[in-house]
């Protein structure tokens, strides 16, 4: 059986709709970001979104995705089934233009606005475009209809296989080795994401599983609290302060909503996380400016109505908003029609209404939040009251430290500068040790390659407040170095050198190294992170000398290879056990040279995983750090200890 069409009309629409997709195989990076990883896995993601659209419109409950045996995926969901009647223009099953026509999915919104895929957001015809093989099963109606598509292309006509008394969605797609670098889907990346779904729309079913040989795995996310349960999971290693996570909403008409979770901790560092359509606004935007505006304020007023800021200085003092972002946790989600995306990474919220929409809600919720609990409310007080006294006593000093790391323009004794003022074509390299520093000030190019030596462990920014760090001398040294100040003042468009390479040693000591490195950016210069500016080197491991000819090796499996491949002879192999074993012409060689050296570059998918990971390998609870190292432990080859 084939669901109508009139023949004629159905092949002049679809050569209109193979042109229709050609663009997106032309330039698959224009549509889902790249085709590495991340656009791989994005694929994923504009599926998903569509039916976490259906469930959003209150007609789905379940959705689960498996990674099949072959690396396709499967995604299922309970809700409508997509429509399958002819679409009145195009003459053919709407379900087919869902999949060949490029941006058709927003057009079949039943009711509601699509809420999903904001950055991308461009839907199954994309998916399709970059699959070798797509497949749709749609339960409706008491039939189940099937349809197959590759390359954008429609492959066989919408028919009935089948009948049903359930309705809903099944998507089967297998990436195209022609477009995509690698076919490898990483659970763990999907995982993230997806629990993230769960989180951000409560009460929504999704479960994901992976079939593949040696490592079958399920699990579901299902979060009925939403929000106020991605602040518990992110607060769970971190003291919280009060014991209720303040939670609220809004909406406004039936074009915009918002929700609201937060909670205080005993941290330093500020962990708020906001959302536009389910999208990770990394670069904030109008529904974090209200959020902040309310913020500050609120506690002013309930501070001042109180009393609480009695001492003489409050007269010409308030809280300032880094005071009432100190140790908070918080989730801000707001879900509209027509989101704007700005900025660079198009990861900013343009609409500039929300601002006050999402500024009012916080400031009647909050203020009745904090009149409603008194205890815990003068528990956030301390708190906050405690960072604003820390920042107003310690300010002097800061002054004048940031002064003399800013405006003074001396820069640290220690560091060899390079002659370049370009910083696009500037490298820094932070070394470990004074020996090794040395060896790679020699050993450089004195026109683009700056060196800094650090010495020893750096200090562990996760436990130390920000008085504490900017006293670090190791510390202060980058800051000055770098140029670009830091926390709320940092300016990227200062940032001396485009490239900021860690070269520490390939042991446990120069692990830890970087760890608190990458931790000291992570919280207080987040945009050299997130804007692919830091690297970490890769020194050798071997260095195989055959009669006159010198071969480096990088991992044990290189070094295995390269002696399998030189055969026999009697050979002078070096283990380097550090840097500070190499001279300056062999560090040279092997890890600056543009030519012959690889950096690895480090990257920030995912902001809520990352500020996890810190907090719990930095911080003071040893359980889960211990079990991390152990689930990790079997990743890890040559631990040289
Ligand atoms: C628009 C209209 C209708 C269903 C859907 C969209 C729909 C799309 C997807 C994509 C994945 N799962 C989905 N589930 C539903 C039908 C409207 C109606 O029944 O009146």
Known sequence: MVADTSRQKYDAEQIQVLEGLEPVRKRPGMYIGSTGPRGLHHLVYEVVDNSVDEALAGYCKNISITIQKDNSIMVEDDGRGMPVDTHPKLGIPAVEVIHTVLHAGGKFGGGGYKVSGGLHGVGASVVNALSEHMEVEIKRNGNIYRQTYSRGKTMSKLEIVGESKKTGSKTMFRPDPEIFDELEYDYDTLEHRLREMAFLNKGVRITLRDEREGRKKKEEFYYEGGIREFVKHQNELKDPIHNTIIYFEGKRGDDAEVEIAMQYTMRFNETVFSYANNINTVEGGAHLTGFRAALTRVFNDYARKGNMLKEKYWEDESLTGEDVREGLTAIISVKMAEPQFEGQTKAKLGNSDMRGFVETCTNTN????????PKQADEILKKIINAARGRIAARKARDTTRKSLMEGGTLPGKLADCSEKDPSISEIFLVE???????????????????LPLRGKILNVEKASEDKMISSEEIKNMITAFGCNFGSNFEEEKLRYHKIIIMTDADVDGAHIRTLLLT????????LIQNGYVYIAQPPLYRVKKGKDIHYTYSEKEQECLLKELG??????????????????????TTMDWNNRTLIQVTLDDMAAADETFTMLMGDKVPPRRKFIEDNAKYVKNLDI
């Open 568 to 589: 026999d002879g009697k050979f002078d192999i070096q283990r380097y056990k550090g840097l500070g074993e190499m001279d300056a012409e062999q560090l040279w060689d």
């Open 366 to 373: 909050l203020m009745a939040f904090l009149e409603e609990n």
């Open 520 to 527: 000291f950016f992570f919280r207080h210069m987040t945009p």
């Open 433 to 451: 040790g004074d020996s090794a520093g040395g060896s790679a000030k020699m050993g450089r190019d004195r026109k683009r390659q700056a060196i």
